[in-house]
């Protein structure tokens, strides 16, 4: 997690909390180190947030701060919701802690007959999870396509044919049977799709495709008008 963005959980974190919270209990909920939450306790009372406590005691957020809210409409928000529960059976882990983590947030942003109306559960996204991988979670891939970092696969095709792999993750697509992980291969020099539950193992290498993943998308994407076009002169 960026520095930036655990700030932000950090403020989150203390604002939704009604007691002290332990530097230890932060550092649990953000998987970093202790060490780091005391730097960056440090790094928000510098910029004048008011966060009171101290080591081995906890932290509380002094009331009245607040960050500048996101106001949303009843449909907005309820909008928001139900993308939540889809999350929610998309079978990705990761995600679905996410998903949980931002319904919390919302809850505790939003005004109180809102929050109710919320509560209700009027809207519900069912049915079965896709197939996922074993052996990894699709964080990893969404990390790299983050950092536009290569990743080694080990494949088995439809024929059940094994391959050793060098991609450029570029997307994930989430069907309703399985999630595939769009990337550069270079083994075929091409844009191609890979089952994610067919990936035995996937390995984040040390090495970087900074600035070509935005090309790499176009081109995947600019084959989508060709097969538009192709189907239309039929």
């Keep these: ?11 989150q974190i203390l604002k939704l909390s009604r007691t ?14 202790v060490r780091s939450i005391y ?14 406590g ?18 949303f409409t ?16 998309s079978g990705d882990n990761s995600l679905m802690r996410s ?13 109180e007959p809102l929050r109710r109306s919320l509560q209700s559960s009027t809207l519900y996204a069912w049915g079965s999870p896709p197939q996922m991988p074993k052996d990894f979670e699709l964080e990893q891939v969404r990390t790299a396509i983050r950092n536009e970092q290569v990743l080694r696969i080990d494949y088995r095709d439809d024929r059940g044919e094994a391959s050793r792999r060098m991609i450029k993750p570029l ?25 994610s539950e067919r990936i035995a193992q996937c390995v984040t290498q040390e090495r970087f495709f900074k600035g070509e993943g935005d090309r790499l998308r176009a081109l995947w994407t600019s084959g989508w008008a060709n097969a538009a076009v192709k189907a239309a002169s039929i």
């Design 171 to 195: 997307a994930l697509i989430y069907y309703v049977q399985t999630v595939n992980v769009v990337a550069w291969c270079e083994l075929r020099q091409a844009i191609r799709n890979f089952r």
């Design 99 to 111: 998903a949980e983590s931002v319904n919390r947030k919302i809850a505790g942003a939003v005004p």
């Design 1 to 11: 997690m960026r520095k930036a963005s655990r700030l932000f959980e950090i403020i």
């Design 54 to 71: 101290e080591r081995g005691l906890g932290y509380i957020l002094r009331p009245g701060f607040d960050l500048p809210p996101l106001m």
């Design 39 to 52: 730097r960056d306790i440090a790094a928000l009372q510098a910029m004048r947030v008011p966060i009171e």
């Design 74 to 89: 009843v449909e907005e928000t309820e909008a928001i919701m139900l993308g939540l529960q889809m999350l929610e059976r």
């Design 20 to 33: 002290a919270v332990t530097a230890q209990s932060i550092a649990d909920q953000l998987e970093v180190t």
